[in-house]
């Protein structure tokens, strides 16, 4: 009966351990991830409204009547 709570607890300290170690190193990780994907999008979003207003002058200017 002993040696089955001994191991839950050596499991549960290891967990809490390695949880501990985890969130040292990879909350910050994944706050500079996420840094990263902000502005990667950022710029995407930006080429696509300029490309997006650059596609519709060029289309403005073919269709205008010519007189």
Same mark, same amino acid.
């Given at each position: 009966?002993? /040696?089955? *709570? %001994?191991? &839950?607890?050596? @499991? #549960? %300290? +290891? ?5 501990? %170690? #985890?969130? =040292?190193?990879?909350?910050?990780? &994944? +706050? &500079?991830? *996420?840094? @990263?994907? %902000? @502005? *990667? #999008? &950022? *710029? !995407? =979003?930006?080429?696509? !409204? ?6 519709? $002058? /060029?289309? $403005?200017? #073919? ?5």
């Amino acid at each position: 009966m002993s /040696k089955p *709570v %001994l191991q &839950l607890a050596a @499991v #549960g %300290l +290891v967990g809490f351990a390695l949880w501990k %170690l #985890g969130s =040292f190193f990879f909350i910050p990780l &994944l +706050v &500079l991830a *996420v840094k @990263v994907a %902000l @502005v *990667v #999008g &950022l *710029v !995407l =979003f930006a080429f696509w !409204l300029f490309r997006k207003s650059d596609k519709d $002058n /060029k289309d $403005n200017k #073919g269709d205008a009547p010519a007189e």
